[in-house]
């Protein structure tokens, strides 16, 4: 079975630029998380949805930092504008309620922002 | 408030030596508690979960962990450590009562000399 598919896996652009990362969570997962990983900060849940409705974004930095789960095998999280402290390494993860949070993680996109 | 402590930041062990790995939470209830590895440049990878009954979980990779109820903890243990178990080590907390949400330590970086 396919597990988390993350695309891209690295992404350098320039401040300012838009990005957009995506993921594919395992097919039958109702839970999709996205995660931001950097070393000042570790790992830091930034948004969760359960059946393609976000439940809880309390993580999302800042307005500039939006994402979408239009149905469910796909998501998105957006930057707009970016900005170089947004440079780190970006996770999605999925899981499915009936097996109480274990989460499933996807490689990471690797944003690099200059 | 929900909390994860992993004491270590780094380790350092060398090859064949035993190994154990220390993790504190906070919460009130009993939680859903998780180990899961980072190889560099990887995603997370779950080694081991403990929901219920048996308190020493046996893992992957020849892992195992140890939950403690009166102690707070869930120490991971491997009896041989081998040159490729060097990797990031996360200790994650789950919550029972509807949520999938993790709570994740701030991870041990575990190097291994030959």
């Known amino acids: 079975d396919a597990g988390v598919i993350q695309s891209p896996r690295h992404e350098v652009t320039e401040m300012g630029q838009e990005v957009t990362l995506r993921c594919k969570p395992i097919?039958?997962?109702?839970?999709l998380f996205w995660y931001r990983q950097t070393m000042m900060r570790g790992l830091e849940l930034l948004i969760y949805?359960?059946?393609?409705?976000?439940?809880?974004d309390s993580g999302m930095p800042e307005d500039r930092f939006s994402a979408k789960m239009p149905n469910a095998s796909f998501s998105t999280l957006k930057i707009q504008p970016s900005e170089p402290r947004d440079s780190a390494v970006y996770f999605c993860?999925?899981?499915?309620?009936?097996?109480?949070?274990?989460?499933?993680f996807g490689p990471g996109t690797r944003l690099t922002v200059l | 408030a929900q909390s994860v402590t992993q004491p270590d930041i780094h380790i350092t062990v060398s090859e064949g030596a035993s190994l154990e790995l220390r993790c504190n939470y906070s919460?009130?209830?009993?939680?859903?508690l998780f180990w899961y590895v980072q190889s560099p440049g990887q995603g997370l990878q779950l080694l081991l979960k403990?929901?219920?009954?048996?308190?020493l979980v046996q893992g992957i990779k020849g892992f195992e962990a140890e939950f403690k109820r009166s102690q707070s903890s869930f120490n991971l243990r491997k009896p041989s450590v081998h040159w490729s178990d060097a990797a990031e080590y996360f200790c994650?907390?789950?919550?029972?009562?509807?949520?999938?949400?993790?709570?994740f330590g701030a991870g041990t970086r575990l190097a291994v000399h030959p």
């Open positions: 993860a999925s899981s499915t309620g009936q097996r109480a949070s274990e989460q499933f």
């Open positions: 403990y929901f219920s009954g048996d308190t």
């Open positions: 097919s039958g997962h109702d839970y």
């Open positions: 994650a907390v789950g919550f029972s009562g509807g949520y999938n949400k993790l709570i």
């Open positions: 949805f359960n059946n393609n409705v976000p439940i809880d």
């Open positions: 919460y009130g209830a009993t939680p859903y």
